[in-house]
Nanobody, 126 residues
Framework: QVQLVESGGGLVQPGGSQRLSCVAPGTVLEHYDIGWFRQAPGKTREGVACIKYDDGGTHYTESVKGRFAISRDKSLKTVFLEMNNVKLEDPAVYLC???????????????????RGQGTRVTVSA
């Protein structure tokens, strides 16, 4: 099992910005694509953004394209999710995990391992 640690969530105003961090142990970023997901109450887990381990290519779900940006700093073993122009439909617990590929299947990326983290909560309110 591999457990990544998310942080950076909090209260953000509509139209505001928030940066989430995902710290990965060991050489995870050297070997796995990393996906950001979100889960809102009563909704299924949704794949939001993904970054490829080899060339750093990125993928986004349609609803966040042009607003969110995924990036990584291998020296910090960290993947970031920059959320810009946050909307009222964005609040959720945001999770990160190694994924099989940056391809969405039924709205989610396929996990490599069972998810066992805590996530980080983003709340949107004026």
């Amino acid at each position: 099992q591999v457990q990544l640690v998310e942080s950076g969530g909090g209260l953000v105003q509509p139209g505001g910005s928030q940066r989430l961090s995902c710290v990965a142990p060991g050489t995870v970023l050297e070997h796995y694509d990393i996906g950001w997901f979100r889960q809102a109450p009563g909704k299924t887990r949704e794949g939001v953004a993904c970054i490829k381990y080899d060339d750093g290519g990125t993928h986004y779900t349609e609803s966040v394209k042009g607003r969110f940006a995924i990036s990584r700093d291998k020296s910090l073993k960290t993947v970031f999710l920059e959320m810009n122009n946050v909307k009222l439909e964005d609040p959720a617990v945001y999770l990160c995990a190694p994924v099989m590929s940056c391809t969405l299947y039924n709205g989610a990326y396929s996990l490599v391992f069972d998810y066992r983290g805590q996530g980080t909560r983003v709340t949107v309110s004026a």
